[in-house]
Every structure is written in C-alpha cells, then in structure tokens.
C-alpha cells in the first residue's frame, strides 16, 4: 500500500488554462482507536477518499459497511496491535484500491481468544450477523495471521458483486444509510 496514482485537471488562470497534477492515493492507512469512537472517523475518510477516487456509489457504501463490521468485531473480540489486553489502543484499518478497480479493505487487530467466522444466531439475537453481511456484499474475504499473533480480517469489493438475495432484503428506495450513519457521527 502507500502508492499513488496522478491525477490531471484543468485549473484557469487570466483565462489560460494550466494542467495541475494532483496525488491521488490508491491506498491508505489509519490507526483507529481500540472502540468506538473511532469507526465514525473511518467511515468518513474511506467514504471521502474512494469517492474521490471515482468508485460508484454502491461499491463505496458496501465498503463503508464492511469496514463498520470489520471495526467493531475487531474492537469486540480483538486486542490493540501491540497489547495483550482488550482496552486502549489502536486497530488498523486500511484499503486499496488495485489498477484493475478492485477496492480489498483490511482491518487488524492484536489477535483474540477465537477466531473470526460467521455465525448462526437467532432470530432475536442482537449480534453476531457481521461476516455474513459481509459475506453478501464482498467478492470474497479471508483471515491472515502473523506470526507476532496480529490477525488481519481482508475484503476484496467489486462493482456489481453483491448477493442478490442480500441486497433486495436491505435496500430501501430513496433512503442512503451511508449518509444516515455518517448525520448518526456528526452528532457526537
């Protein structure tokens, strides 16, 4: 990660035209802290940087969701990078964005007493649905281990990839839970 690809655009100047390169990052990385005051954080700058990058709509919002899952399951079952104890820290969070337009989102984590697959709860459970949310909206996704005991939980996103089955039961005409969550953050 780390690599940038230029981007061109046309800046006016007393009425002569002047192309302006700008970085734009194809990549990005960000400590977030160990809990939940930093997922809306997260949520904001991966929204901000993969509409700037041009990718649709419907990939940014399965994006942004998926890194929400990642988040909150890393800060519920996992430990701070670097800690032995679940409490302040940090996870990292980080997403990528290949040349061929495939958006692979990461989150990791100091590791955990399990380890991180989809569930089966109950029809009145209040959690445990995240993986298979993100098993509907990603290509595919996975679990790397390192040998100093971080655990790294990666999505790989493409346009068009989401399950329909999934995508009829969530989606409401009209209404952008993106920009929901994101008015949910602001008030905090």
């Known amino acids: 990660m780390g690599a940038f690809t230029p ?4 800046k006016e100047v007393s009425g002569v035209a002047f192309v302006v390169a700008q970085e734009v990052p194809t ?3 960000m400590a977030v802290p ?4 930093g997922v809306g954080q997260a949520r904001h700058r991966m929204r901000a940087e993969l509409r700037g990058r041009g990718l649709s709509d419907a990939v940014v919002d399965d994006a942004v969701l998926i890194l929400s899952e990642l988040l909150s399951n890393a800060c519920r079952h996992g430990r701070p990078l670097g800690r032995t104890e ?12 290949d040349p061929a337009g495939r958006l692979t989102v990461e989150v990791t984590d100091g590791g955990g007493p399990t380890r991180p697959v989809p569930a089966t709860p109950s029809v009145t459970a ?6 298979n949310i993100i098993t509907s909206l990603a290509e595919e996704w996975g679990v790397r281990d390192s040998t100093s005991g971080e655990v790294t939980v990666w999505v790989l996103v493409t346009e068009g990839h ?27």
């Open 7 to 10: 981007w061109r655009g046309a």
């Open 27 to 29: 990549s990005s990385s």
């Open 34 to 37: 160990h809990g939940p005051a």
């Open 86 to 97: 679940i409490g302040d820290g940090d996870v990292r969070a980080a997403w990528e964005v």
């Open 126 to 131: 209040r959690g445990g649905r995240g993986l």
């Open 162 to 188: 989401r399950h329909d089955d999934f995508s009829t039961r969530v989606a409401v005409p009209g209404l952008d839970f993106g920009d929901t969550f994101d008015a949910v953050d602001d008030l905090s």
